[in-house]
């Protein structure tokens, strides 16, 4: 039954003094040096740099984009004593049962990962796929990104997971799939670990970290292959998650008051994780960049995001090693870091179904939305008849 706690709709306005001082600070950054040829290979790349933060202070159209974002249907929920934003879009036309599916993004982003899929999910028939399956999407940002309220003290991805089951029942829905990448893969992980009884199928994008200290024995040849690369990667490419899980006020001080440091933090890893063969304007358009950045910026939320990962870092071993026994789906894009071997989805979840789709990475609802939204759509039709809503 839905709880008394009513959604209240919601649209975001920015002031013209607030994006003032922005450009005034973009066009004040003060730049470093940079090695000759360097590029990519020690981080974000200065050129890029520069002339994305160019067009941040003198060409993106914020109030067009927060415009655009305004159209869809916002709201504030109060969940377990924090204000939650939440888009929260209902089926345009219901031709069989809907699913209610909540999607949970992951960092550098929020509700912006979902945004393209929104209409494919809601409205298949006017995207030329099956109108019975359509959707009633929920996406909200997790608590300390976007919009939602910043916690007093880190949440972790299990605490999330038990807020979202009390969203589910404020917004009306008793049983519901649960799908996600990134953090968003760790909170529909522990729905279904934790609830069981509401979630019909979850569908993931990754198969997380795995831990030595969970399994400590008993993995075959390709998992434990798995587990040194996952340590060479994180070696080479995981700086930025030591400092997130153990430092995130001191990065926190400089990111909140320099949006190109934000820009430069943020837009290394859009780069690395995505299907772009190191292009990264082959997969987002600068605008497309630039309003996640500012969702970033005007909502103060990089130092509560990165907070997460200490909260993550303190889940007990015993935990990680939970198995999910709800049916449970795997999309691996190709893009993607870290993808996991069959055994180890299998070990680890109640595996039903397994793809791996021609294109996308990371991001893959943002970069190959309608491969996204026919992964979706696919995995959960058999489970419609169990969770349509009331």
């Known amino acids: ?84 934003h939440v888009v929260h879009a209902r089926a345009v036309e219901a031709a069989g049962p809907v699913l209610p599916l909540v999607l949970t993004h992951g960092w550098p982003d929020s509700v912006w990962r979902y945004l393209k899929v929104i209409p494919l999910l809601t409205d298949p028939g006017a995207h030329g796929a099956d109108p019975a399956d359509a959707f009633d999407v929920v996406v909200p940002d997790l608590p300390g990104f976007g919009w939602s309220e910043r916690p ?34 760790h909170v529909s992980r522990y729905l279904a670990l934790d609830h069981p009884d509401r979630v019909v199928a979850v569908h993931r994008t990754d198969g997380g970290l795995p831990s030595r200290a969970a399994f400590p024995d008993g993995l075959s040849p390709e998992e434990d292959a798995w587990f040194d690369d996952v340590a060479a990667w994180g070696a080479a490419e995981g700086a930025y998650a030591a400092v997130h899980r153990t430092k995130p006020q001191t990065l926190a001080a400089g990111l909140n008051d320099s949006p190109a440091g934000l820009a430069a933090w943020i837009v290394e890893k859009l780069r690395s994780w995505s299907d772009d063969d190191g292009d990264l304007s082959s997969v987002f358009t600068a605008d497309e960049i630039l309003t996640n950045l500012t969702i970033y910026w005007l909502t103060g939320t990089i130092g509560s995001s990165t ?82 809503r009331a």
């Open 152 to 185: 007093r003290h880190p949440l972790s991805s299990v605490d999330v997971a038990g807020l979202w089951a009390e969203l589910m029942t404020t917004l009306g829905y008793e049983h519901f799939g649960a799908a996600g990448g990134d953090i968003g893969s």
């Open 1 to 84: 039954m839905p709880s008394d706690a009513a959604p209240t709709p919601f649209r975001s306005s920015t002031s013209p003094a607030f994006l003032e001082d922005l450009r005034r600070r973009l066009r004040a950054t003060r730049w470093p040096d940079e090695p000759a040829d360097a590029g990519w290979s020690l981080g974000t790349d200065l050129t890029f740099l520069r002339e994305l933060v160019a067009y941040w202070a003198d060409g993106f159209d914020w109030p067009a984009q927060e415009e655009a974002l305004n159209r869809l249907p916002r709201h504030l929920v109060d969940v377990g004593g924090l204000r939650v």
């Open 307 to 388: 907070r997460m990962y200490a909260a993550n870092a303190a889940i007990p071993p015993a935990q990680l090693a939970r198995r999910v026994e709800v049916p449970s789906g795997f999309s691996l894009f190709p893009g993607d870091i870290l993808r996991p071997p069959r055994a180890w989805l299998e070990r680890t979840t109640n595996l039903v179904r397994l793809t791996e789709p021609a294109r996308g990475g990371h991001f893959a609802a943002f970069e190959q939305p309608e491969l996204y939204a026919e992964e979706l759509r696919t995995f959960f039709r058999p489970y419609r008849t169990a969770a349509s």
